[in-house]
């Protein structure tokens, strides 16, 4: 693309950013620009860091959110799965009654209570969508793109991704990492987007070349190059030899990062699983300032949630594992000096039934709550106490819209405008 041509193609898509229309996403690599590239400065570098972490299942909210004030008609709902009432840890920052917090955390949380006492996690009440729907996958869709009626223009990209194309790195290959595989919130045509695995050391594997061959990635980097130079006047020839050039430095990078970490003093990371090996790698590549890989997004998920059966021996077990993985990495950033330039998100795709089935278990759901958690963060509760008494089809009603919590991640965090990422305007909470 010509130089006058990217000033033309820019002006135009000013012109329709400014009449508030979505934004395609252009392949950067391949085309060369985007139409937004002179507001990358402003968001790339600043050092500050988001972290999505999943919980995949379908998350039962109220046996981790435990509506104390409505704590005997919570029980009748769960004459088998109920949480006893004087295991609940109060939720400082909830709403409160005869001076009392209205609502409780599960005890599985006793290891992060101190950073919910901190004010550094806000807890987003009744979130969800328009018109529910209780399958796994169309609700992971809407969460994972953020579109939850038809709209052409943005299908088959992730939110995260529209945002990393417009707004992200257009020559750092790890700009978008995600731990264990490339969830489609990553994706977008035009993202720089790397997914690396962690061993049980929280080292990473799964992004590497082999250099059995004898040079080592150094000759490799330095062959690809001298090989070819200069762009290829074919885009997608380009785009494919940037790929390679890109996964051999990015691997380097990688590596020397994580060779170059030392867990901060008094952190221990909890061992045996692969939520606690992904925490740390991204603990690892985050804190590194040799060299500085200048990632914005990480993305995690845990399995497991989707408790049909034996939830109350199982859920506690999850949360469990998330408090205790998050209290170490939350430790970690902070022993490092970089607290405060880090924002965790936790989500899952829906809650469950307010009444629990004759296994023990929850069945799918429609309102849910997400978290944020960081030094940044102004804690406390966000969204009104779900309401036992007024159900649809025996099911929450949900009041926040999920992207409300997008959209002020987008504007207070990430940079950029939400509306252009997000295909509209949704109202924000203060929780940044």
């Not at 070819?228 to 494919?240: C, E, N, R, T, V």
């Not at 692969?274 to 990480?298: D, E, H, M, Q, W």
């Amino acid at each position: 693309m010509s130089k006058q041509s990217r000033r033309e193609f820019i002006k135009t898509g000013a012109r329709a950013a400014g009449a508030g229309l979505a934004l395609p996403v252009i392949n950067r690599t391949a085309m060369g620009t985007t139409i937004v590239k002179e507001l990358i400065d402003t968001t790339v570098g600043d050092g500050k860091v988001f972290v999505i972490v999943e919980l995949a299942g379908g998350n039962d909210m109220l046996n981790t959110v435990i509506p104390l004030r409505q704590y005997s008609t919570y029980a009748s709902f769960r004459t088998r799965i109920a949480i006893p009432q004087g295991n609940v840890l109060p939720l400082y920052g909830a709403s409160t009654f005869n001076g009392q917090p209205t609502m409780g955390l599960a005890p599985s949380f006793q290891s992060l209570k101190p950073v919910f006492d901190a004010g550094k996690v806000a807890v987003i009440q009744s979130a969800h969508y328009p018109n529910p729907n209780l399958s796994h996958d169309f609700s992971r869709r809407i969460y994972y793109t953020a579109i939850p009626t038809s709209n052409i223009a943005l299908q088959g990209t992730g939110w995260i991704g529209r945002h990393s194309a417009l707004y992200g790195s257009d020559t750092n290959s790890l700009d978008t990492i995600g731990i264990g595989g490339v969830s489609k919130t990553l994706y977008a045509s035009g993202a720089k987007v790397s997914g690396i695995s962690a061993n049980n050391d929280g080292n990473p594997t799964g992004y590497s070349l082999s250099t059995a061959s004898g040079g080592g990635t150094t000759n490799q980097t330095t062959a690809a190059l001298v090989m070819d130079p200069a762009d290829s006047p074919i885009p997608y020839q380009q785009l494919w030899e940037t790929s390679v050039t890109d996964a051999i430095t990015g691997s380097t990078q990688v590596a020397a990062a994580a060779g170059s970490y030392v867990t901060a003093p008094g952190v221990t990371y909890p061992t045996g699983n692969s939520f606690f090996n992904g925490l740390k790698l991204i603990a690892k590549l985050a804190c590194s300032s040799s060299p500085t890989l200048g990632t914005r997004v990480y993305y995690i998920s845990q399995g497991g949630y989707d408790t049909h059966a034996t939830e109350n021996t199982d859920q506690p077990v999850l949360l469990a594992r998330l408090s205790d993985g998050l209290k170490a990495f939350y430790d970690d950033l902070a022993g490092h000096g970089i607290g405060d330039k880090v924002v965790v998100l936790i989500w899952s795709e829906f809650g469950r039934r307010v009444a629990d089935n004759a296994s023990n278990g929850t069945d799918h759901g429609t309102a849910t709550d997400m978290f944020v958690l960081g030094g940044a963060v102004k804690g406390g509760v966000y969204g009104p106490d779900p309401d036992l008494l007024n159900l649809t089809s025996g099911n929450l009603r949900w009041s926040v819209d999920f992207r409300s919590v997008y959209s002020e991640i987008i504007s207070k965090w990430l940079g950029g405008d939400p509306q252009q990422v997000l295909g509209g305007s949704f109202p924000q909470l203060g929780f940044l």
